[in-house]
């Protein structure tokens, strides 16, 4: 089969050219202004931030041999050569570091678990379909916002100062935060839900602790669920670095490994975290595909 | 609504028919039993888990109370909110400018730097398994270390400072930009390059015209949409010495200056939500209103 494109006279076409030209010269001005602003921003954060390029390749080698360093062994038989030429000197301290991977895991855990049940409460009082009255509804918000705005460590911190060093003031500071960001997302969840069972148990004169129970629960629970292990993730990244500033976990032998440069130590406690980290991304994954396809079932 | 809800007539109606409701619905009145052990099960492991928990961190109540109320007394402490004075306040201003700086660096670098290796990782452009699997892997790894972590590194390689906090979020961000920018190749349209080669226009010409201009503004709003958790990032790393306002924070809750303390802090939470508010802007202009995540 031919097919022939139709071609318009020359004047018609030399005016279509023009307008084409002219939207493409106003798109490529726009371009250029908006490149030449983003090009200011940065030469003026760079200097704020005290960025020196020069500085920053010269001493490159630095980072490669930072990272050289860390994955070559400092003493034992096989000294001066890569980590897995003797794997046992390397994980030196593997049952010290599980051990405190395992505390990492629960200050994920009791956290995450923590923060879930006041979201949990805090999503009813707070989506706009459900709030009992807007007053409270406004507070709940407002309080959500405050707990996931500040940052998680700034909360631990805080409390290591109040309750002492170790994992509590970790666990606080994850519960805290969870509680934020999981009442926003349990809310969300909340407002899009179908709201005919709401309106019939309402019809049958019940309160609104049984709206919620009976109407709404049941429609929103695996998704609260999925949410709710996503956040596990993240906390165990974050339950990670709180031994940072002192509030339990791995990361006190890690910062300290770093402080004190001992360079081995670093990779090994690095590659147990991302392997633990890359395990509980994995059996989340599964769980969350699991729970969210229950709900497509139903 | 005036009437007493026991009294409504369905209410009523239901109750004088309350067997003959159980008989038709089994399912409802009674659930499987084998259900009710799963669930119980389950909330029992959830249950002992978290006792277990509680004990293992040396939780114990006295502890709770006595924190609890220092805490209440910082509270009190912290109102009002101020810096003393205004040397420190715009000592504060500068610190927060350089966190800013920053997380801007940090983001739109590694942005840059992600953009090629976002293509190398997608498998609809570079169809090699060998590749894809390394590059994905060592996307990974990357993305598994904490900011805080790279920070640390960096702060031994280059020393103290906000240029140490600009590589760590470039490090950070890079993971995950690299990872987003893939999946969102990937999840182009094909079409529009099928139609390049079929003019007979190469591999190169198909990723500038068929590809980019689809996912560029996606790349565009998933950069705005982290540089606002960037920013807030950028507000703790200098808590391990990589600049920014989180020195002065660390540095204000250690000396126990209260006051400063909640300066600080909603000086910070002002910061985020300017950002806020202007990433999400630019967002909306870049892909319109309806594709905001």
């Given at each position: 089969m031919s097919s022939a494109v139709t071609r318009l006279p020359d004047h018609q076409l030399a005016a279509h050219g023009a307008a084409y030209a002219e939207a493409v010269s106003a798109k490529r001005r726009q371009l250029y202004i908006g490149l030449a602003l983003f090009?200011?921003?940065?030469?003026?954060?760079?200097?704020?931030?005290e960025v020196r390029p020069a500085t920053f390749f010269t001493n490159l080698w630095r980072f490669t041999d930072y990272i050289g360093r860390i994955f070559t062994l400092e003493q034992g038989a096989a000294a001066g050569r890569f980590v897995l030429f003797d794997p046992v000197e390397w994980m030196w301290g593997f049952d010290k570091w599980m051990k405190l991977l395992w505390e990492t895991l629960l200050i994920a855990y009791v956290g995450t678990l923590t923060g879930a049940v006041g979201g949990f409460v805090f999503a009813f009082l707070s989506a706009r379909n459900l709030t009992p009255n807007s007053t409270v509804g406004f507070l709940a918000k407002r309080w959500l916002e405050f707990c996931r705005t500040v940052?998680?460590?700034?909360?631990?911190?805080?409390?290591?100062?109040?309750?002492?060093?170790?994992?509590?003031?970790?666990?606080?500071?994850?519960?805290?935060?969870?509680?934020?960001?999981?009442?926003?997302?349990?809310?969300?969840?909340?407002?899009?839900?179908?709201?005919k069972p709401v309106d019939g148990l309402t019809a049958t004169?019940?309160?609104?602790?049984?709206?919620?129970?009976?109407?709404?629960?049941?429609?929103?629970?695996?998704?609260?669920?999925?949410?709710?292990?996503?956040?596990?993730?993240?906390?165990?990244?974050?339950?990670?670095?709180?031994?940072?500033?002192?509030?339990?976990?791995?990361?006190?032998?890690?910062?300290?490994a770093i402080r004190k440069f001992y360079y081995s130590d670093v990779s090994a406690i690095l590659v147990l975290i991302i392997a633990t980290v890359m395990i509980i991304d994995l059996s989340t994954e599964r769980l969350r595909h699991h729970l969210i396809g229950m709900d497509n079932r139903s | 609504m005036t009437m007493p809800a026991t009294d409504h007539p369905l209410r009523l109606a239901a109750r004088a028919d309350r067997d003959g409701l159980i008989q038709r619905h089994p399912e409802i009145f009674h659930p499987s039993p084998m259900r009710r052990i799963r669930t119980g099960l389950i909330l029992a492991l959830l249950a002992g888990l978290f006792a277990y928990g509680l004990v293992v961190l040396d939780f114990d109540v006295a502890r709770l109370v006595t924190g609890v109320g220092k805490l209440g007394q910082f509270l009190w402490f912290m109102l009002p909110p101020?810096?003393?004075?205004?040397?420190?306040?715009?000592?504060?201003?500068?610190?927060?400018?350089?966190?800013?700086?920053?997380a801007f660096l940090g983001t739109f670098?590694?942005?840059?730097?992600?953009?090629?290796?976002?293509?190398?990782?997608?498998?609809?452009?570079?169809?090699?398994?060998?590749v894809h699997f390394l590059s994905r892997r060592i996307v990974d790894t990357i993305r598994g270390v904490d900011e805080l972590i790279w920070a640390l590194i960096w702060v031994s390689v280059v020393g103290l400072g906000p240029f140490a906090g600009v590589l760590a979020l470039l490090c950070a961000n890079f993971g995950l930009f690299s990872k987003l920018f893939s999946e969102a190749i990937e999840a182009a349209d094909r079409k529009a390059s099928e139609g390049i080669a079929s003019t007979g226009g190469g591999k190169l010409h198909g990723i500038r015209f068929g590809i980019l201009p689809q996912v560029l503004p996606i790349f565009g709003s998933q950069v705005l949409y982290f540089f606002e958790s960037n920013t807030r990032s950028a507000t703790i790393i200098g808590i391990v010495g990589a600049g920014g306002i989180g020195l002065h924070l660390a540095e204000q809750i250690r000396v126990l200056e209260y006051q400063h303390v909640s300066a600080l802090i909603l000086m910070i939470l002002v910061t985020v939500a300017i950002i806020d508010q202007v990433s999400t802007r630019l967002r909306f202009a870049l892909i319109g209103e309806r594709a905001a995540p």
């Open positions: 090009i200011l921003a940065y030469i003026v954060a760079g200097i704020v931030a940052p998680e460590i700034v909360f631990a911190l805080i409390f290591v100062v109040a309750f002492g060093l170790g994992p509590v003031p970790g666990v606080l500071a994850i519960a805290i935060h969870t509680f934020g960001a999981l009442g926003k997302q349990f809310a969300e969840v909340a407002e899009n839900i179908d709201m004169g019940a309160t609104w602790a049984e709206c919620m129970r009976f109407a709404v629960v049941p429609q929103v629970l695996s998704n609260f669920a999925s949410y709710a292990l996503l956040r596990f993730e993240v906390n165990v990244r974050g339950a990670a670095v709180m031994g940072f500033v002192g509030a339990g976990g791995i990361g006190q032998d890690l910062v300290e | 101020s810096t003393g004075t205004w040397a420190k306040f715009f000592v504060y201003l500068h610190a927060l400018a350089e966190t800013v700086a920053i670098t590694a942005a840059i730097v992600a953009l090629p290796v976002g293509f190398l990782a997608a498998k609809n452009v570079v169809p090699n398994v060998v």
